[in-house]
């Protein structure tokens, strides 16, 4: 890989250090050449530090470590993002994040769906939500719903009608969605079993 580690006078580039798994932001350190060198040897994230002008392994003191994943380089090759799997927290303070952030999975606009979901059947009977009725009727019904939604989504997949096939698959996810509130559960718990099976 090409990196510029000459364009700065201190010799070091901006290394970006990101969950391969969450894709969360961890933390920003800075390697020199030896230090890159040393991250590909090792697999661990090893940075030069400038307050102690030294070579510094992420979690030599702590044993909260950066297993390395992947490494890119940008389009100017003076900055690199590396993907890792961290081992404990990341920050000297404890968190997470050097940002003081849960490092937990997010599933974009679903995660926003679960949200909307819970808080519905947190004030179920305030609202006159559709979400909140489905709450009121309780576990059959849901699950009614999410059997329903599932068969009219195998016979879309047999026919040619791309919009109702997606449309049916919406439908069918959202009502899963509220499934998993109505038993206690998210994506992120689903998430955990799937990658126990990796």
């Given at each position: 890989m090409?990196?510029?580690?000459?364009?700065?006078?201190?010799g070091l580039v901006p290394a970006i250090i990101q969950d391969a798994s969450t894709k969360n932001v961890l933390m920003l350190g800075y390697m020199n050449k030896e230090s890159y060198e040393q991250?590909?040897?090792?697999k661990k994230v090893t940075f030069f530090s400038r307050s102690k002008k030294r070579l510094w392994k992420k979690g030599e003191e702590s044993g909260n470590i950066l297993n390395l994943v992947d490494i890119k380089s940008d389009c100017d090759h003076d900055?690199?993002?590396i993907t890792v799997?961290?081992?404990g927290p990341t920050c000297h303070t404890g968190s997470d994040t050097c940002w003081d952030q849960e490092n937990k999975s997010s599933f974009g606009f679903l995660s926003q769906l679960e949200e909307v979901i819970r808080n519905r059947k947190?004030?179920?009977e305030d609202s006159k939500s559709y979400v909140a009725s489905l709450f009121r009727k309780g576990m059959n019904k849901i699950a009614q719903k999410v059997g329903e939604e599932a068969v009219e989504v195998v016979i879309e997949a047999k026919d040619d009608n791309e919009e109702l096939f997606l449309n049916e698959s919406a439908?069918?996810?959202f009502h899963y969605l509220i499934l998993l509130q109505a038993k206690g559960y998210t994506l992120k718990d689903?998430?955990?079993v799937l990658k126990s099976r990796v």
């Open positions: 090409k990196i510029d580690f000459n364009k700065n006078k201190d991250t590909i040897a090792t900055a690199l993002l799997d961290p081992v947190e004030n179920q439908d069918l996810l689903v998430e955990e």
